[in-house]
């Protein structure tokens, strides 16, 4: 690996938290106007630079992705619901449905196919939001990569488009890192990734739309969508982030999506140092252990291999 990748990389996983943290307040609002688009950390349900379960489901995902490469299903379905009983700040609705399931002593399998019957159309972006730790951990190998982004998908969300959603994530990360321009690598991703009709067409069709094209909301075609506009649309990290995140919304899903792909693009030291450095969150697996940039660098290098921590 050389030091540019790495760096781009790193600029996935911090960027996902930061994309994460400032879209945090604006979840679940209106789109803002372009005359007053939000652009510093602020504080919503939580605390300004918070990030949230969007962000901390991807550090039970690296977690068991340090214990398990290739991924294991049954153990990553152990690390959520650790993460589940430990009492985060918010759960998806169908991510709270399979791991309370799980929870109880249901097999992962039995948990997530319940769910998906009971709800057979439900396509959320619960698991595209926390995808990106596998395209770290198989930042060279595009088969497991795409193998493994679909396995995370389904220990909770086995709709189709929502295991087709999070390997075109990871590959778009993939040969962003190796210094592909965005549209370059969104199309090779497009073209690699076995995607559902509804969700290519949603992808080919996102640099051509205006902000009130993108509903934004939480159907996993709605988040991509407005993430690969954000990337294909703008020329920095900024303006990706900003962008995507004052559609409102499921801002901070969004958000944590643009941001992995944009910090792919340009890089950790795109990153304005003003987000960096009031970016934080408290893991609850780890109780009241602070996390912050430097340690979400520590975890991507452990998962790229760049360097043997502890």
Request: net charge negative.
């Amino acid at each position: 690996m050389n030091l540019d990748t790495q760096d781009r990389l790193r600029g996935a996983a911090v960027g996902a938290a930061i994309g994460d943290a400032l879209g945090m307040p604006l979840e679940f609002g209106p789109a803002i106007p372009l005359d007053r688009l939000v652009r510093e950390m602020r504080p919503g349900r939580l605390p300004a630079g918070t990030f949230t379960d969007d962000t901390e489901m991807a550090l039970a995902l690296a977690d068991s992705l340090l214990e398990c490469c290739p991924l294991d299903a049954g153990n990553l379905s152990q690390h959520f619901v650790a993460w589940y009983r430990a009492g985060p700040s918010d759960v998806g609705i169908q991510t709270g449905s399979v791991l309370s399931r799980i929870a109880g002593g249901t097999t992962w399998q039995a948990a997530v196919d319940a769910v998906q019957r009971s709800k057979p159309d439900a396509a959320g972006n619960g698991s595209v939001m926390r995808c990106w730790p596998v395209a770290l951990a198989h930042w060279d190998d595009m088969e497991r990569l795409s193998v493994d982004s679909r396995l995370q998908s389904r220990v909770t969300h086995g709709h189709p488009e929502c295991a087709a959603g999070s390997a075109f994530v990871n590959a778009v990360i993939y040969d962003l890192a190796r210094g592909s321009a965005p549209r370059e690598a969104v199309r090779r991703a497009t073209a690699q990734v076995a995607l559902p009709a509804g969700l290519r067409q949603a992808i080919e069709a996102a640099p051509t739309k205006t902000r009130a094209d993108l509903p934004n909301s939480g159907w996993v075609r709605h988040t991509v969508e407005s993430a690969v506009w954000g990337l294909l649309t703008t020329g920095s990290f900024e303006e990706a982030v900003v962008q995507v995140v004052n559609l409102g919304n499921d801002a901070d899903t969004a958000g944590a999506v643009v941001g992995a792909l944009a910090g792919a693009a340009y890089g950790l030291g795109a990153i304005p140092a003003a987000w960096r450095s009031a970016l934080h969150g408290n893991w609850p697996l780890l109780g009241a252990e602070r996390w912050d940039v430097e340690r979400i660098v520590m975890l991507a290098d452990r998962l790229m291999g760049a360097v043997d921590l502890p």
